[in-house]
């Protein structure tokens, strides 16, 4: 990573930016999946998104946990990635695509809990109001008049967005081991979630009979693109913001879902979609880090400093 420069609202506009493509190319997931991977497989989908991109950082950083870093990269990689992608296909499985995508959006909700209460972080008006009006976005753009409920999806849901949520927190909190790169603590994650998921994927799906080339693409998209590179970008951002920025900066995926869908699959929008899509830009216009009596938000802890004290000042001893 090269190293920060201009003001810190610049850095802070650029850094947001930056963690922003990750939501984005986590919405194009459904397109890929749809169109270029073998069907009934969103187990194996998942599962081979995250553990050869966990392998290949592995292998790129040559550094495994120590210590305590042994439980606390598999309770990231498990609440970031493997219990957050697989309730994520069981609510996905058992509920349409707008009610699970709602269901998700109270991701941020919880995240504004627990950085109160593991970050010391306020809760603002503006805070709250974000989480708000990104759940009313969400509703509008993903909800149909024929959106269902079920118990068990909506409680797949819940539970994948805490888990996703507990992960953001506890990944700002916990930070990286000294002199341990993103990338390599990025792989640490990716590699439990993944080895978490492939006894799951091959015991409730199996592996499919043939594979082509246009699967071996979309495989390789998710891998490389969608796990590899955007879950380093995403980590990077839970580092350097605050985490509910980041949480509501998720807002972005169904935005690129609905574009991509437009765009792509020819489907129709809505004019209430539309609205739900400006209100989604409204909720992330509202969670980004404030300046506040003239002074740029602090995203970092300010580094520890040493006095040097002169020997003619030191106290005598007695």
Known sequence: ?????GSPADRTAADSALTALAPLVWGSTYLVTTEFLPPDRPLLAATVRALPAGLILLAIGRTLPRGSWWWRAAVLGTLNIGAFLYLLFVAAYHLPGGVAALVMAVQPTVVLALSALLLKE???PAHAAACALGIVGVGLLALTPRAGLDAVGV????????SMATGVVLTKRWGRPPGVGLLTSTGWQLSFG????????????GLPGSVDGRNVAGFA???LIGALLAYAVWFRGVERLPALTVSV???????????LGYLVLDETLSPVQLAGALIVVAAVVLAR?????????SLRPPPPHRVRVSRASRPARR
Not at 157 to 162: E, F, M, Q
Not at 194 to 205: D, F, K, N, Y
């Open 1 to 5: 990573m090269t190293q920060d420069s």
């Open 289 to 297: 880090p404030r300046t506040t009596k003239g002074r740029e938000p």
């Open 122 to 124: 306020r809760i603002t």
């Open 194 to 205: 993944g080895i978490l998921l492939l006894p799951v994927t091959l015991i409730g799906e």
């Open 155 to 162: 409680g797949a849901g819940l539970l994948g967005a805490v």
């Open 221 to 223: 998209y998710l891998g």
């Open 249 to 259: 900066l998720g807002f972005a995926s169904p935005l690129t879902a609905m574009a």
